[in-house]
């Protein structure tokens, strides 16, 4: 009978050394507190931090469990890896048995691009066609021709077949101030538009900008067109830039997609695709890409078109456009 007794006094000591959150039957070593090593942490989806889990006094000891409000945000190891999923804020908790959970606020916020957009702004020779305010401040020194409109002398001109997009979020240097952004109509046999410095409708005497491009046309090998581009439609689509040209009908073409784009039989291999996940892309083109097809830049005018662009006929497409500018690179 003794024997019994001691067999289920040991085994409900067994019992609640389990439940105990020490893993010590020294009591000195029970924790008595438990605590995170930041209050906060922010990560990028598909990104990852750590989290530490401290238990106080030192030296305390005790079995450690992790937990997310919403898995579907963000998960946490047993070890304090917590992992981003997609966009929002979760609270992550350490807890060691019946102490009061510590937790860390963690938001998870979109991928970076991993683009270096200081870069496009340290060069010089800048020949602006799309920019915001903020940033052009930060060029307006190097700034050789602003073409931006002003709907005074400076136009975007809608030509065919593009409707204006919704935008939501930053543009591509990260700023509010918006950028352009296009829809294919429905039945519509071609999209087009078009920056156009000083058109037909503006007085000769009310010019105030010369479409001078020397510069460019003697030393093209320095230039480049950059341009920020993006779509969160992930399907095959082809995107037509035109610079337009004194010596070639209609200008020189330049696809970006990932399909030949056919202009009504005049077929252009992509120069270079790009993502389509709602994020920035930034794509530079040599500017003797186009010298190389016959292009010749203006010397000196008063009217014409600068840049355009074509989506083609598949209702729905669409096109966002930010900070489009010809520039001479660093070096």
């Not at 935008?167 to 078009?194: C, M, Q």
């Not at 190389?292 to 662009?309: D, E, I, L, M, Q």
């Amino acid at each position: 009978m003794k024997a019994r007794k001691f067999l289920w006094l040991a085994m409900g000591i067994l019992v609640f050394s389990f439940a105990s959150c020490s893993d010590d039957d020294d009591k000195s070593t029970d924790p008595t507190g438990i605590s995170l090593d930041k209050p906060t942490l922010t990560v990028e989806v598909d990104g990852s931090g750590m989290l530490t889990a401290t238990l106080t006094p030192s030296g305390s000891k005790g079995t450690i469990v992790w937990e997310s409000s919403d898995e579907s945000i963000a998960t946490v190891s047993n070890s304090g890896m917590v992992n981003g999923h997609k966009v929002g804020t979760v609270t992550i908790a350490a807890s060691c048995g019946s102490l009061t959970p510590a937790i860390c606020e963690v938001t998870v916020v979109k991928k970076s691009s991993g683009i270096d957009k200081t870069q496009s702004l340290s060069g010089s020779n800048y020949y602006v066609i799309s920019l915001d305010a903020q940033t052009f401040e930060k060029i307006t020194d190097k700034v050789v021709a602003d073409y931006r409109p002003d709907d005074v002398t400076k136009f975007l001109y809608y030509w065919n077949g593009y409707n204006t997009g919704t935008i939501s979020g930053l543009n591509f240097y990260d700023h509010s101030d918006g950028w352009e952004s296009f829809v294919v109509a429905p039945k519509v046999d071609w999209s087009g538009a078009g920056y156009v410095v000083n058109p037909e409708s503006v007085a000769e005497e009310d010019m105030v900008i010369d479409i001078d491009m020397r510069d460019i046309m003697a030393h093209p090998a320095d230039y480049y067109l950059h341009i920020g581009i993006k779509s969160s439609q992930d399907v095959p689509m082809s995107h037509a830039i035109i610079l337009y040209s004194t010596d070639v009908d209609g200008g020189v073409v330049a696809a970006l997609g990932d399909q030949n784009f056919d202009d009504n039989g005049k077929v252009t291999v992509p120069f270079s695709d790009f993502t389509r996940d709602g994020e920035w892309n930034e794509i530079e083109i040599p500017m003797t890409y186009f010298t190389n097809k016959g292009f010749s830049c203006f010397t000196v005018g008063k009217r014409g078109n600068v840049f355009a662009f074509l989506s083609g006929n598949v209702s729905g497409r669409t096109l966002d456009l930010d900070a489009v500018f010809i520039y001479k690179k660093a070096k």
